[in-house]
């Protein structure tokens, strides 16, 4: 199959939706990460997004919508709070679950009797819905266990050959895939920190928990409350090592253990060791956020075998980018501010 990139006209949307209508996948641009979308009710089609990327098929997929009305045929309940966190912060990168439909097949929902909602923000992936006139179940376009992709240029390099289309709508603005949260009691827990950070979330629910899963790695036969919890991910070929500590006793560190051939990934410019080849993945949680997927990717190109990574601090979106690069060292922390 040959995969052809299109432009985001209205013309070559139209093109994008009927395919999508007839049965195929296609690349999609967000305001989060690139998607791999087919429609949600057709359960042949999103066995191809499955295929396509090499997906576990516990692994549930997010429902994308243009207006809120889809909802009622998604989901079989919809929380009070749902509709108040949908008016403060949809679109954009918010994932809600709630109990699902039978009109959404298991396949759609990895097997759960719940199903994952967001309405995009990115005015391609708007009107590509509206066109297609169905929802779009779509996750990140990467080859699973990849970093996500953040440009048309990047799908193409893991979907080549694997889909029919790759619609380009620029570069992706936020970079980390969308907040993923469930409803609880009296308020909301983060499955997965994204583009809308728990301080955002608090201005309308009550209580907002982090799940212990965000930040820690699952202990042996734990269940995970979102199943992309238990999957290695964002992982490059590159073995991260996650440095906490500021800038001179990161250095420090890095001149004492670095061999030739490591890499530095520093928040700016000065940082790295002397020597070493080095990325700057920004100096604010939100440039972080943006830089980070496409340095890891970066990083595989260049050869790397060996990063040592500067720690992210937590703080807002922060906390998406602390997450991500956090599982793509596959937990491995090294703490200098620990004495
Ligand atoms: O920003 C995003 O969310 C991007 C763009 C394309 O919209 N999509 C995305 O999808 O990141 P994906 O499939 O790569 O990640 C979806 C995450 C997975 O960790 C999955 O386990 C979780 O959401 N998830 C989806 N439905 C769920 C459900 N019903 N219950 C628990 N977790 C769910
Ligand atoms: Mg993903």
Known sequence: ??????????????????LIRAGEVVGIPTETVYGLAANAFDAAAVEK???????????????????????????????????????????????????????????????????????????AAKRLIELCGVPLAAPSANLSGSPSPTTAQRVFEDMNGRIPAIIDGGESDVGVESTVIAFEDNGVRILRPGGITREMLLTVAKSVTVDPGVLNELSEGAVARSPGMKYKHYAPKAQVILIKGESGAYREYVLKN??????????????????????????????????????????????????????????????????RILRASGFCVIDLEVD
């Open 49 to 123: 997004i499955f295929r396509a990327k090499g997906r576990p098929s516990d692994n549930p997929l997010i429902v994308h919508i243009a207006d809120f009305s889809a909802v009622y045929e998604i989901a079989s309940e919809i929380p009070p709070l749902a509709k108040k966190l949908s008016e403060a912060f949809w679109p954009g990168p918010l994932t809600m679950i709630m109990p699902k439909s039978p009109k959404i097949p298991l396949i759609t929902s990895g097997g759960l009797d719940t199903v994952g909602i967001r309405m995009p923000s990115h005015p």
């Open 1 to 18: 199959m040959e995969t052809i990139v299109l432009g985001s006209s209205e013309g070559e949307l139209r093109h994008a939706a009927e």
């Open 258 to 323: 670095a061999c030739a051939g490591d890499f530095c990934l520093v928040f700016e410019k000065g940082e790295a060791a002397p020597d070493l080849p080095y990325l700057c993945y920004g100096a604010t949680p939100g440039e972080q956020a943006h830089r980070l997927f496409e340095c890891l990717r970066r990083l595989d190109e260049l050869g790397a075998k060996r990063v040592f990574a500067r720690c992210p601090s937590p703080e807002g979106v922060g906390l998406a980018v602390y997450n």
